[in-house]
């Protein structure tokens, strides 16, 4: 097999200490690209590939949803990659059972080679694939995983009970010291703010009222404040004050000098998803750092929002296919669903930013789930006619792959008798020494030139391949058999519904998946978006 293109898969977990020093990427990334790329080009079969990289910094290998693996499975089903170098098999992943079905079946099923370096693995070597040896470490690696993980758990939660301050990111109105990481000091900027929403809270205004307050002062939101900083959070996305957001603040102990952990926790190892943490189960530990509000002002706060704080009870969840999918189209945030009977939608943003011009009607749930069944049906019946044009069009264009797959053989075998000949000119000259240094070299540049038109010559019939879309879209897969839907469930919308949009005229804007998957009748017939 001739390979054209080589994946290398890096990854490091979050456990790694060196992703908490402000590297744009961990020096084990760094090693781990070094290590591959020479193995690669010392390989005399993969030296004149070329290397694609995919990269998962800060992820653990018990999942693989990742990121930078989605991208590689996607490249390797594609075709666009003949082969996987990783460092090592726990590189690609700890899930013993996933791992192997993935080395032993998958990627021989797509006629990709993968190459484990140091663990000495070459799925070229039919003994390699289905060894004893490569099962057990693909299993003490499993193991190992779930160990260390409880390691490091353990290790945190000691640090964690001594007060040290293990959290990745300073909370709002705090900066890590510049001398200690662990260590908490007030920010200069946003201190003095969160002193006011304590008092405001002390003095009787709601979580409503201060939020309305600050926006209304253009006081930078959490967010803004710790963008382009090291406290930076992923979860931090709000452009304006929200009562929550107020609240929020209230409630936490670390503005009175308290370090508390273990607020949100993982229910399984290698899930990355976090679930709020039994209050009993909180560390917190007093007088770690220097605080923001004396413990009276943050007493009569708690006071003022009903007293001390207690965890709600677990609400069951009911079947809303709508949630967090319906979007306001000014602010941009979700619409949470209100009333009980008959339950509607409507924007509370104006609330807390008066000139947020958000739609302050109701939109009635069954409203909602009426124009979206409805999208969902025209596009089962563009699926259907999607589907009968396919078959068209595949009829039209079996000539066409036909010649282009034997213009890709041609290339093929060319490049084949090209390295046969590189061989043979090697052998002439070292072993028979028939020829000159300088004529061997003018030769070897030759035919290496030629390869080089051969690669490209097979490149550019695999592009217009491709480009001869020959099978079912996901379009038509996920849409024919929707005609006549009654009912949007929550598996449904899950898969088909993006966000449901509502506008302050009223309308309903409903963004459907899938549909950039039309290659013909269905793409001119149906926008983006309904």
């Given at each position: 097999?001739?390979?054209?293109?080589?994946?290398?898969?890096?990854?490091?977990?979050?456990?790694?200490?060196?992703?908490?020093?402000?590297?744009?990427?961990?020096?084990?990334?760094?090693?781990?690209?070094?290590?591959?790329?020479?193995?690669?080009?010392?390989?005399?079969?993969?030296a004149h590939a070329k290397i694609e990289e995919f990269t998962d910094d800060g992820y653990s290998g018990k999942n693989f949803d990742r990121p930078g693996v989605r991208a590689l499975l996607e490249a390797a089903q594609s075709g666009n990659i003949q082969c996987i170098v990783v460092k090592d098999l726990s590189r690609f992943g700890r899930d013993y059972i996933t791992v192997g079905n993935y080395v032993s079946r998958v990627f021989p099923f797509l006629g990709i080679r993968f190459i484990a370096v140091n663990d000495h693995f070459d799925s070229s070597r039919r003994g390699d694939i289905d060894s004893i040896d490569t099962s057990f470490k693909a299993l003490i690696y499993d193991l190992y995983s779930r160990d260390l993980s409880r390691k490091v758990r353990s290790a945190k939660k000691i640090l964690a009970e001594k007060g040290v301050y293990i959290n990745p990111v300073a909370p709002y109105g705090y900066q890590r010291a510049s001398d200690d990481k662990h260590l908490l000091v007030p920010d200069p900027a946003t201190a003095g703010v969160v002193r006011r929403i304590f008092s405001l809270i002390a003095d009787g205004y709601t979580t409503e009222m201060v939020a309305r307050l600050l926006n209304a002062e253009g006081?930078?939101?959490?967010s803004k404040a710790k963008a382009g900083t090291s406290s930076a959070h992923g979860n931090w996305h709000d452009n304006h004050w929200r009562p929550q957001t107020v609240y929020a603040i209230i409630r936490d102990r670390q503005y009175i000098g308290s370090t508390v952990f273990g607020k949100r926790v993982r229910q399984q190892i290698g899930v990355r998803?976090?679930?709020?943490?039994?209050?009993?189960?909180?560390?917190?530990?007093?007088?770690?750092?220097?605080?923001?509000?004396?413990?009276?002002?943050?007493?009569?706060?708690?006071?003022?929002?009903?007293?001390?704080?207690?965890?709600?009870?677990?609400?069951v969840k009911r079947d809303n296919p709508l949630r967090k999918k319906v979007i306001c189209g000014v602010c941009g945030y979700a619409i949470v669903r209100r009333g009980?009977?008959?339950?509607?939608?409507?924007?509370?943003?104006?609330?807390?930013?008066?000139?947020?011009?958000?739609?302050?009607?109701k939109i009635y749930e069954a409203d909602i789930m009426e124009v979206v069944v409805d999208a969902i049906r025209v596009c089962g019946k563009l699926a259907v006619e999607e589907k009968r044009l396919c078959a068209v069009e595949r009829e039209k264009r079996e000539m066409q792959l036909h010649t282009l797959q034997q213009e890709i053989r041609s290339f093929q075998t060319l490049q084949q008798q090209i390295t046969e000949e590189s061989r043979i000119l090697y052998e002439a000259y070292a072993m028979e020494g028939s020829m000159s240094r300088s004529e061997y070299a003018d030769k070897k540049a030759a035919l290496l030139e030629r390869r080089e038109k051969a690669y490209e010559g097979e490149a550019a019939a695999k592009q217009r391949l491709e480009s001869l879309w020959t099978g079912e879209s996901k379009f038509v897969e996920k849409y024919e058999g929707l005609t006549d839907l009654d009912k949007l469930t929550a598996e449904l919308s899950a898969d088909l519904l993006r966000s449901v949009k509502i506008w302050p005229d009223g309308r309903i804007h409903v963004e459907l998946n899938y549909l950039d998957e039309i290659p013909y009748v269905a793409a001119r017939k149906l926008p983006a978006a309904i």
């Open positions: 097999m001739i390979i054209h293109t080589v994946a290398i898969y890096l990854r490091l977990s979050l456990e790694d200490d060196d992703l908490f020093h402000g590297k744009l990427e961990s020096e084990s990334i760094t090693n781990q690209r070094d290590l591959l790329t020479a193995y690669i080009r010392n390989s005399p079969d993969l006081v930078p939101t959490p998803r976090q679930v709020t943490a039994p209050l009993e189960d909180w560390i917190v530990v007093d007088d770690r750092h220097e605080a923001i509000v004396s413990k009276e002002l943050f007493r009569r706060a708690q006071e003022s929002l009903g007293g001390a704080y207690r965890q709600a009870a677990k609400r009980t009977s008959n339950r509607y939608y409507r924007c509370s943003t104006p609330r807390t930013v008066p000139d947020m011009d958000c739609f302050q009607g």
